[in-house]
């Protein structure tokens, strides 16, 4: 007898009535916030905020293409492709932007091959920057985790995911098997770090490295390391590549990189761009200035002359652009003028074409949905 009325209380009965519905919702959310804490359970309008923040790339043109004008705080962002490609000068000119803004920022050189020169000529206040080498994966992640729950740090980058060689494979010897380490280790340190991740409002970045898949007949064979985890959690995936090279007669300058944002949680992904990372420089913000200030018809292009408001200010790509740095207040005005015209509408963004030389399209919607990344 006493078992049946136990059974009958702790019988689960779906509520009909809209009043008993609302009292049975109130005392269970009660009971959650008792039992886990305050903010446990909450409507989704109560914690999403309507704008997400996010941090420049140095990239006018990648900015617009990934939707939010920047790389969104408080997710996880994947930068893979080639060698010589451009993965960490995009890093680093990331965080030369974040600085600007007195964000706290830290590398993880799991590589060992950061160079302090060069991340000072793209403007990357060293002394603030926070580096850290760590001897194997295990460390590089623990020393990740920590800097995130510590919630003094905006912006993490790791480079990269394929030099996080786990501890059993340090100490083991050469030819030694450790099949799928590296992933177990990657899935494990991503759960962790996700939640955290969002809670501090940290922008982490992981460079990644491309491999190519064995017997692989149709499709792409390419593939990133670290499995698959790291594909999933990320908000934010960026394809970048090397398109060509940056010329003046014979002598090469810098090379033409393409970006496609291959995923985009924030924002409609498949958008690509392309700018001049010029050697010793970073990217050529100058450049892309000219070419989408054109492609919206706030510089006049006529014959090879280039002009603005009226007044010439170059004949020639290189004679503008000169002008623009030698006019900074001006080309900062411009660039606002772009940002507040494509970001106010978002279909321009999706248009917006190229009028250079070239003829190749700044930010464009991809139609190659069916590449595998």
């Known amino acids: 007898m006493a078992s ?22 109130t005392a269970a959310l009660a009971q959650i916030e008792k039992q886990f804490g ?28 990934l939707g939010i004008g920047g790389l969104p705080m408080g997710r996880i962002v994947e930068i893979f492709g080639p060698e010589s490609s451009g993965k960490t000068t995009l890093t680093l000119s990331l965080i030369a932007q974040a600085q600007k803004t007195d964000k706290t920022c830290a590398f993880i050189d799991a590589e060992h091959a950061l160079d302090p020169v060069y991340a000072r000529k793209l403007g990357v206040n060293t002394d603030k920057l926070l580096i850290s080498q760590p001897d194997n994966g295990e460390q590089a992640l623990e ?14 980058i ?15 010897d050469m030819g030694d098997s450790h099949m799928g380490l590296q992933a177990r ?3 494990q340190a991503l759960r962790k770090l996700t939640a955290n991740i969002k809670n501090t409002n940290c922008l982490v970045v992981f460079i990644n490295q491309i491999r190519m898949k064995i017997g692989v007949m149709f499709g792409n064979p390419e593939t990133t390391t670290g499995g698959n985890a790291l594909k999933f959690y990320s908000s934010v995936r960026l394809d970048i590549r090397r398109a060509g090279v940056v010329k003046e007669g014979d002598e090469i300058l810098g090379n033409q990189t393409k970006v496609k944002v291959v995923k985009n949680k924030v924002a409609p992904p ?14 050529s913000r100058m450049s892309e200035l000219l070419i989408l200030a054109e492609a919206q018809g706030l510089i006049k292009k006529s014959g090879a002359w ?5 007044e010439k200010i170059g004949q020639g790509k290189n004679n503008a652009i000169k002008w623009l740095k030698e006019n900074p207040e001006i080309a900062d005005k ?34 190659e949905f069916n590449e595998e990344f």
């Open 143 to 156: 020393i990740c985790d920590a800097l995130v729950r510590s919630g003094a740090v905006d912006v993490i």
């Open 334 to 367: 411009i660039e606002q003028d772009i940002r507040e015209l494509l970001t106010n509408s978002p279909e321009k963004a999706l248009i917006a074409e190229s009028s250079s030389d070239d003829g190749d399209d700044l930010v464009n919607n991809s139609e």
């Open 38 to 65: 305050k903010g446990s359970v909450m409507t989704l309008g109560q914690t999403q905020t309507l704008d997400i923040e996010a941090v420049s790339t140095g990239s006018i043109g990648l900015d617009l293409a």
């Open 270 to 283: 498949f958008r690509e761009v392309m700018f001049d990372i010029m050697y010793g420089q970073g990217i």
């Open 185 to 187: 280790l990657m899935s």
């Open 4 to 25: 049946e009325k136990k059974n009958q209380k702790n019988q689960v009965v779906k509520q009909t009535d809209p009043e008993a519905r609302e009292k049975a919702l």
């Open 158 to 172: 790791v480079d990269s995911v394929a030099a996080l060689t786990p501890k059993a494979e340090i100490e083991g």
């Open 306 to 310: 280039f002009s603005y408001e009226g």
